[in-house]
């Protein structure tokens, strides 16, 4: 059994870092726009099943926009944790983490308070998310890229995207499967529904993704979970619903060795 956070950390070093950013590859990048024509395909399949915070906002936003509500709490998830108080350091803010002022203003909210609105906030990235699907002729691969990396520079039709973009498509998928596996044994699609420990932070979203699925095996009862963080960095969570999972999961971390850190990795 593994005791040390040293150990931990030497054993995460181990990971091919090819393999981790295969990602990036071109190659990937097929897959992932493969995989997201097959989502939006089957998306009217995909029923939201569990509550999540604000879920009325998010079925309205859907309803609205002719989106799949599935899809719009993916990039919650994924942006902000489901934290309508989010904001980044590039001064992107609200559940769906809408810059200000610019795309704020361009989807008609004038002010800030505004934006932390919850319903506002969906309402804006669900209306903002069609903009670039029907810029894009529904190619939701380019138009997730766009969403985060900016339409001016991902292309239309043809060309290379960016591996910035590449990567949040990519990002957004994995949390597009947490949410669809919600009810599941790990409960990894319900990061916003209750309380979050930090455990390490990383600079690239591979590494993170790396040691949540290099050391979610030997974490039974626990359960892990990654998202980008406010300023920047890819912060791994253990989440819980209430103290007793909380004192249970400090537990088994603790026969491990690991414990809530704030060390960073880049």
Request: aromatic share 8%; glycine share 10%; charged share 20%.
């Amino acid at each position: 059994m593994i005791r040390t956070t040293a150990a931990l950390i030497a054993i995460l070093a181990s990971v091919s870092v090819q393999a981790l950013t295969s990602s990036d590859s071109p190659m990937k990048a097929s897959d992932l726009e493969r995989a997201w024509r097959l989502f939006s395909e089957k998306a009217s399949q995909s029923e939201v099943t569990t509550a999540f915070p604000y879920g009325r906002c998010f079925k309205t936003a859907a309803q609205a926009h002719g989106l799949p509500e599935i899809l719009l709490l993916a990039v919650a998830r994924g942006e902000s944790a489901f934290d309508p108080l989010a904001r980044s350091s590039a001064n992107a803010y609200g559940l769906m983490q809408i810059l200000w002022p610019g795309t704020a203003r361009h989807l008609g909210i004038e002010s800030r308070e505004q934006l932390l609105k919850p319903c506002t906030n969906v309402d804006a990235g669900a209306r903002y998310l069609r903009e670039l699907l029907n810029r894009y002729g529904g190619n939701l691969h380019r138009a997730l890229g766009a969403y985060n990396y900016g339409p001016g520079r991902v292309p239309v039709s043809g060309g290379v995207l960016p591996a910035g973009a590449v990567r949040y498509s990519g990002y957004i998928k994995r949390h597009l499967d947490s949410v669809l596996a919600t009810g599941s044994s790990s409960g990894d699609g319900r990061i916003g529904s209750g309380g979050k420990l930090l455990l390490i932070r990383f600079k690239r979203s591979y590494r993170a993704a790396a040691f949540v699925d290099t050391f979610r095996p030997m974490m039974r009862g626990v359960r892990l979970d990654w998202h980008h963080g406010s300023d920047g960095w890819y912060d791994v969570l253990m989440v819980y619903d209430n103290p007793a999972q909380m004192a249970s999961g400090k537990r088994r971390l603790a026969q491990l060795g690991i414990k809530a850190w704030r060390n960073r990795i880049r």
